[in-house]
């Protein structure tokens, strides 16, 4: 899917060449937008400690938020300079979203299915969203929510998320130890 949206194309003029450049960033920093959303969720997520997951599996995947939520700004700065356009805009988030949530709901169906410890289960919506409401995945209509903001002109990514906090954790991790103490 990765290949086919973002993808070199080859046989282009320089003009085409250009364009498609554009629209890449533009795609990119749709999905940034996204990528930043779960990477602060990831940092404020203190019930995922507690569910069972691998302290070191979760650092890795809490590093990785951090490292969205700081440079949540750069795809969408270079965008901008390269097209302030609104149109480019609406279209990089009318794809980034669809192509997001069908990878998202691929991807948790796949790794629900895949565990070999006897924990496998069919991920369904049903379960997607008990899962949201015990703060263990990002709520679905947070999710809508973000992408509906990303269409607000005055929209720049620099007004959610802390930097600082990001930073910190990245400053914090690997941690000495596990946050939780329950364990
Ligand atoms: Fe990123």
């Known amino acids: 899917v990765f290949i086919r949206i973002l993808g070199e194309r080859t046989g282009l003029t320089p003009a085409g060449e250009r364009e498609v450049l554009i629209e890449h960033v533009a795609i990119v ?40 939520v700081e440079h ?23 794809i980034a979203f669809p192509v997001l949530v069908w990878l998202w709901v691929r991807g948790a169906r796949f790794l629900a ?3 070999t410890d006897g924990t496998a289960f069919r991920m369904t919506w049903r379960a997607a969203f008990a ?18 903001r990303y269409l607000s002109p005055s929209y720049h990514p620099s007004q959610d998320y802390s930097t600082r906090k990001a930073v910190e954790y990245l400053g914090y991790s690997p941690p000495p130890e596990p946050r939780s103490t329950s364990r």
């Open 131 to 148: 899962a949201a409401r015990r703060g263990l995945l990002p709520a679905p209509g947070a999710v809508a929510r973000r992408g509906l």
């Open 113 to 115: 299915a895949a565990d």
């Open 72 to 94: 949540r700004c750069v795809a969408f700065d270079l965008a901008a300079h390269l097209d302030p356009g609104y149109p480019r805009r609406v279209r990089s988030m009318a």
């Open 29 to 68: 920093a749709a999905i940034e937008h996204f990528t930043a959303m779960v990477g602060d969720w990831l940092l404020n997520a203190n019930a995922v400690d507690d569910a069972g997951a691998h302290p070191v599996m979760l650092d890795l995947l809490r590093w990785h938020g951090a490292e969205e």
